[in-house]
């Protein structure tokens, strides 16, 4: 996972500047809610979790990313529970939350179940959302880096 490259002070600025509590507080909401609901179907928890291969005790923000980040599991997720929204979940809010995870991480030192296994994870769904929150990320850094020039 290139996120987890991402130098610390750059983390947590772009969490101060980028995410707020507000933001971060929903999508974790959001998450958390969700993979409750998908564990209310067994069947589909489990299949849903064999898909990703994920660990046993994967904290359930991990989980929503890596269920989300797939496109077949999203789509059946939306599908199975009658979603009234598109196919996806904004890669957006993935993102900031791959983002926020990789912050915890390594700027707040927070062990997280499951996030050694989310950043050797390898799947095309994850990589764009990878690809997304570092992209996000050098455009923060850009952005730090410019300056004004009077002539």
């Not at 600025?13 to 809610?33: F, M, P, W």
């Not at 904290?59 to 199975?80: G, R, T």
Request: with cysteine; glycine share 2%; net charge negative.
């Amino acid at each position: 996972m290139n996120t987890f490259q991402i130098a610390e002070s750059a983390l947590a600025g772009y969490k101060a500047e980028h995410l707020s509590d507000d933001r971060i507080n929903a999508l974790v909401e959001q998450a958390n809610t969700q993979v409750d609901e998908i564990a209310q179907n067994q069947a589909l928890y489990d299949d849903f979790r064999s898909q990703v291969n994920a660990p046993e005790n994967t904290d359930k923000i991990i989980l929503w990313v890596l269920f989300m980040s797939n496109e077949d599991i999203c789509s059946e997720y939306i599908d199975a529970f009658d979603k009234d929204f598109t196919d996806t979940i904004p890669i957006s809010d993935i993102a900031d939350l791959l983002i926020y995870l990789v912050y915890m991480k390594k700027v707040k030192d927070t062990e997280l179940e499951g996030f050694d296994y989310l950043s050797d994870y390898e799947d095309e769904g994850l990589a764009d959302v990878d690809q997304y929150a570092l992209t996000n990320a050098f455009l923060y850094i850009q952005k730090l880096k410019e300056v004004q020039i009077d002539f």
